[in-house]
């Protein structure tokens, strides 16, 4: 996600979870170890539950920006997607996600492990570990020693067992249902999903996830991702609720999907380089990469993965719904102008 | 008309008891049983190492309660078999009566046990008017939201409690309610306070074996047609409401929960309620997305 596009004001989601950020709970969280100055100690060593395992309870937040949860194939080729993965990802590209979890107020499924605006509550037993999500979703870990099931009912949230390795907590899943998206750009995965997660609490503020996904029918090989997470302390989940409603979902069903416009790989290719846009736009420089992969152009906004641009003529591109336009300047230069609902950001090529 | 939409209300609640038989059953070792493998319903309630009653484990309601008016003749072969001419409830078999026991909450109508009926405001009066009028076609149970303290209670489909010394989880199969009860000695926030929650702000303690919730900053009706809705008929609660929730569990098999409710701007005084609930040994939730098909509103062709 980003800055609210043109086409696609998930309005009730988008605009609504912005909006109460700046209404956050405060309060001194119980427990947390904390400074001479009265600050929770982030950096002290991770708790540990009376049968010495640690704890890994709290209220954490996805600290690892957007990458991965706009493209789950951010570090991968397209060529490393199945074609019938690849040609259903450009079928909702092109409608640029109308069908999404986020427009049907649908669980977001494997999604909510890469995105970082659905905040969440551990809580741990011995037992089960309990994950709550502030759009009131919640997730159960079995960890009294069960297997997977071979043929488990599909779900969006799937089935999860989870076990001790040492001080990580190792959590293998299946039984998603294929009605899920793995990424916001809308890849696909089957009920062959496979998901191995393994949760390390480093410190009070620090928890990482390292998350192998297969699903040998979509991938050439399995999918690695390591997510930073941060705990959120001294204030408290509010709920973000999402309320469906099938009025605004046939507005947004009744956006048209875009006519991909074929332009050749010579006119794409003199759009290639690194960009840098001025502060005319938030106040700050933001960098961002064109390249070229087969006849497919892509951008990457700050690093936050690459997305597919959409050509809506030979210069202008939707990137999920905001327009990239591309225009040549004297001497060679190359400038890059992105429309968003809010205003315009402008750059140049840099290299 | 009328029927058509009664019924589809009526027809989301008796799916999601046939839904709730899908899991595999499973032995659970913690369970208390007799020779013959039967759970012990009468067994000694469980505790935790720091000695508190333990209230996990996945609860069904077990009250009865008439077949209400609006769904009379509709559907009155159904389910009959353990007493009760009730469509909305699963088969579980009640207890015996408690004779210190409030009167017992109604799904259908929370008021349908109390003598002389609930004591409403005009203002509480008119808003439930007003539901009943349009066939209570916002009541957020149809709608996929979260459906208030009370119906969550009643609701037909099982719940889960998940007990930790700091935090008691609520976890319904039921439009995927999630409920958080703060335990670490936090006060409950001021009216006013933290925005209201669809579940309110809930701090709990315990009182011997009773574990106390105290709950407020609620979405009352005030808010829109989904908020502050006690039952089915939409009998409202306004943001001003405060629920007191006394839970107790006196046998393995039995929950007890009075719900007093305190709320000057729909009722002239308090009054409290009970919900029972029994024990789901060797059964889980199953996954209920309700936002998957919903076709509620537009079927019924309401908006």
Redesign the interface.
């Known amino acids: 996600m980003r800055p609210i596009s043109q086409f696609v004001c998930a309005g009730l989601v988008v605009c609504a979870v912005a909006a109460l950020d700046a ?1 956050w ?1 405060k ?1 001194q969280t ?2 947390l170890p904390r400074l001479r100055d009265g600050k929770p100690n982030l950096e002290a060593p991770a708790p540990r539950t ?1 049968d010495g395992k640690p704890d890994l ?1 709290g209220l954490w937040k996805n600290d690892g920006g957007d990458r991965y949860y706009n493209n789950i194939l951010a570090d991968l080729k397209t060529s490393d997607v199945a074609p019938w993965a690849h040609e259903l990802f450009m079928k909702r590209s092109l409608e640029f996600g109308k069908d999404s979890m986020e427009t ?4 977001l499924g494997p999604a909510y492990l890469t995105t970082r605006y659905r905040d969440y ?1 551990i ?3 011995p037992t ?1 570990i ?1 994950v ?1 999500y502030e759009d ?3 997730r ?1 870990i079995w960890m009294d020693g ?1 297997s997977l ?1 071979p043929e488990p ?1 599909p ?3 799937g089935y999860s067992v989870g076990r001790w390795d040492g001080d990580t907590l190792v959590v293998e899943s299946n039984g998603f249902t294929e ?1 899920s998206w793995l990424d916001f750009g809308g890849h696909p995965h089957t009920e062959a999903l496979r998901i191995t997660e393994r949760y390390t609490r480093r410190t009070v503020g620090r928890l990482e996830v390292q998350i192998t996904l297969t699903d040998a029918k979509v991938f050439a090989k399995p999918i690695t991702l390591t997510i930073p997470i941060k705990l959120l302390p001294d204030t ?4 973000g ?7 605004s979902r046939e507005r947004m069903a009744s956006t048209k999907a875009a006519t991909v416009v074929n332009v050749p790989a010579a006119t794409l290719s003199r759009y290639i380089g690194s960009y840098q846009t001025d502060e005319s736009y938030d106040g700050m420089t933001h960098d961002m990469a064109v390249t070229l992969d087969g006849s497919e152009l892509w951008f990457d906004y700050e690093g936050k993965g690459k997305e597919l641009l959409i050509a809506l003529t030979p210069a202008r591109f939707s990137w999920s719904g905001s327009i990239v336009e591309f225009s040549s300047g004297s001497a060679g230069a190359m400038n890059i102008t992105i429309h968003y609902v809010e205003g315009t950001e402008r750059g140049v090529r840099r290299k | 008309m009328r029927v058509t939409i009664s019924s589809a209300v009526i027809l989301l609640l008796v799916w999601s008891v046939s839904l709730s038989a899908q899991w595999g059953k499973f032995n659970d070792s913690a369970v208390p049983r007799d020779a013959k493998g039967a759970v012990r319903m009468d067994a000694p309630s469980p505790r935790t190492p720091d000695g508190k009653p333990d209230l996990s484990g996945n609860w069904l309601r077990a009250d009865r309660e008439p077949l209400p008016s609006e769904l009379a003749g509709l559907f009155t072969n159904r389910n009959r078999e353990g007493g009760g001419d009730v469509v909305v409830e699963p088969p579980v078999a009640a207890f015996a009566a408690d004779p210190k026991s409030p009167p017992i909450a109604a799904f259908w109508d929370i008021s349908t046990n109390i003598a002389g009926g609930l004591p409403m405001t005009a203002w509480a009066a008119d808003i439930k008017k007003m539901r009943m009028a349009s066939d209570m076609k916002d009541n957020p149970d149809a709608n996929c939201m979260p459906m208030g303290i009370t119906q969550f209670h009643m609701q037909p489909q099982p719940r889960k409690i998940v007990q930790t010394p700091k935090l008691i989880v609520i976890l319904y199969e039921a439009n995927y309610g999630q409920r958080l009860i703060y335990m670490d000695g936090r006060p409950l926030p001021k009216q006013g306070e933290p925005q209201p929650f669809w579940y309110g702000y809930s701090v709990g303690r315990w009182e011997g074996d009773t574990l106390v919730v105290e709950t407020n900053n609620l979405r009352g009706a005030e808010e829109g047609p989904f908020d502050g809705w006690l039952d089915v008929r939409g009998t409202p609660y306004s943001g001003q409401a405060k629920f007191t929730e006394r839970f107790r569990r006196p046998t393995f098999g039995k929950l007890e929960i009075d719900v007093t409710i305190e709320d000057a701007k729909a009722f002239t005084k308090p009054f409290t309620v009970r919900i029972n609930q029994r024990v789901m040994a060797d059964e889980e939730p199953i996954e209920f997305v309700c936002n998957e098909n919903q076709q509620f509103r537009r079927r019924i062709k309401i908006d």
Do not use: D, Y
């Open positions: 209404q709970i309060l119980p427990g009376a309870s049907q107020c649908l669980p509550r809580v741990q037993t089960l309990m709550a009131g979703m919640h159960q069960r099931e009912n779900t969006w949230m009605r408290e989940m509010l709920e609720f999402c309320e469906n409603h099938h009025k």
